[in-house]
């Protein structure tokens, strides 16, 4: 897909929904988050997001883990 194309019909839909403080990173905050609490490993997540080392996501998201791990 398009990214140009992604973005305008993100804003059309947000728009739409009357989400006007809902910007498209934040699901991307929000997968990572989600998939965290769900006790998915920071590796997948890591390869998920695309990053290219496993410290982006584990020094963004790492509040998410439970403490011990």
């Known amino acids: 897909m398009e990214?140009?194309?992604?973005?305008?019909?993100?804003?059309?839909?947000?728009?739409?929904?009357?989400?006007?403080?809902?910007?498209?990173?934040?699901l991307r905050h929000a997968f990572a988050t989600f998939l965290l609490d769900q006790g998915k490993k920071m590796r997948t997540v890591m390869e998920l997001l695309g990053h290219s080392t496993i410290r982006m996501p584990a020094d963004t998201y790492g509040h998410v883990l439970p403490s011990g791990s």
């Not at 305008?8 to 403080?21: K, P, S």
């Open 3 to 26: 990214p140009l194309n992604v973005n305008r019909r993100f804003e059309q839909l947000r728009a739409a929904a009357g989400l006007d403080w809902l910007h498209l990173h934040y």
